[in-house]
């Protein structure tokens, strides 16, 4: 009997498939490859490129000489961030930062390669260069993630000097703020505290950086998504690659970059992708008419787009030898 029940059983399931009563059958590909795939080997790709967030440039400019001289997509996105990291006039990166709400300048990055490998540092104080210590994590460790005294205690193990990164202009900007200690970043100037930049380089190949100092006046300890692989930044080189700005929490709270790159594997479009995110962001907070979030992402055939909450989030484009701001749309005005 349960030889002839185990007979009617395979006999019922082979009947399924060939009368194609289960649902995922009709999913399997029967002519090779589809049409889809088909139009995206057509495509021509565009590159190098380099995109970064924001109005940066000068940032461009240093990664774009990296890619123009044949260099790695890696190579060009650490240098790239080390020029706002190293300008004491901008106050959201590095060096010149705004302090956290004890006077604090503590610092986050990470990047990430073509092979999926990558690296972070958080609540780092003392290092100019933190997209540097990060990539030192990602070559000379097992990990991916270095935090706080042991970060600094790595970095200076690793030849990094130690120094002070308040600058004069930001410390007073803090004992002003001390005055109300009230917390309300504003808009699209506090509230845009991150460089991410995102490349592909002459092979073909991706990679990306994020280094910030944070949120102005934040609590002591606070870490947002700019050093969280996924959040912050995320690169697929079978697919594409994104980062993000604005409130570090709201994107967290969706794993912002890795929803961009997976909707570009659906299909999306950079733009695309990066409104879908920025929607899904809307959907979590009630509060969105408070906060800026922002997406770009660059996909494999050098194309790229972006999308924000608010107005007022810009990119940074260097492709055909030509450097340029990109004005985003978005989903409030």
């Known amino acids: 009997m349960k030889n002839r029940r185990d007979f009617i059983k395979r006999s019922i399931i082979g009947g399924a498939f060939v009368s194609g009563a289960f649902p995922f059958s009709s999913c399997v590909e029967t002519s090779g490859e589809s049409e889809n795939e088909r139009g995206q080997k057509d495509k021509v790709v565009n590159k190098p490129v380099v995109i970064s967030t924001w109005n940066n440039l000068k940032a461009n400019e240093a990664a774009w000489e990296v890619l123009n001289n044949n260099g790695t997509a890696l190579d060009a996105v650490e240098a790239g961030v080390k020029i706002p990291e190293a300008d004491p006039k901008d106050r959201s990166v590095g060096y010149g930062g705004r302090p956290d709400r004890e006077g ?49 205690q790595f970095a200076l193990e690793n030849g990094f000097q130690k120094e002070n990164l308040l600058t004069e202009n930001s410390e007073k900007d803090w004992k002003e703020w001390l005055k109300t200690s009230e917390y309300k970043p504003v808009i699209n100037i506090e509230n845009h505290d991150t460089i991410g930049m995102v490349a592909l380089d002459h ?131």
Do not use: W
Not at 111 to 122: E, F, P
Not at 235 to 247: K, Q
Not at 254 to 281: I, N
């Open 104 to 152: 604090k300048v503590t610092l986050d990055s990470c990047i990430m390669d073509q092979h999926s490998n990558c690296g972070a540092v958080a609540f780092l104080e003392h290092i100019k260069h933190p997209i540097s210590v990060a990539r030192m994590v990602m070559e000379k460790t097992p990990h991916v993630m270095l935090a706080g005294e042991g970060a600094l």
């Open 203 to 333: 092979h073909g190949n991706l990679s990306g950086a994020c280094t910030t100092s944070g949120a102005a006046y934040k609590i002591r300890g606070r870490v947002g998504d700019s050093p969280i692989i996924g959040a912050g930044l995320f690169v697929d080189n079978e697919v594409g690659a994104a980062a993000a700005t604005g409130l570090g929490e709201a994107v967290i709270k969706v794993a912002g970059t890795h929803l961009v790159v997976e909707f570009m594997r659906q299909g999306h479009s950079p733009e695309e992708a990066c409104k879908l995110a920025v929607e899904r962001v809307i959907s979590k907070n009630p509060n969105y008419k408070d906060l800026q979030v922002g997406f770009l992402a660059l996909n494999k055939f050098g194309e790229y787009g972006g999308y924000c909450i608010h107005p007022g989030f810009n990119c940074a484009v260097y492709e055909n030898d030509k450097n340029h701001i990109v004005k985003m749309n978005s989903a409030v005005g």
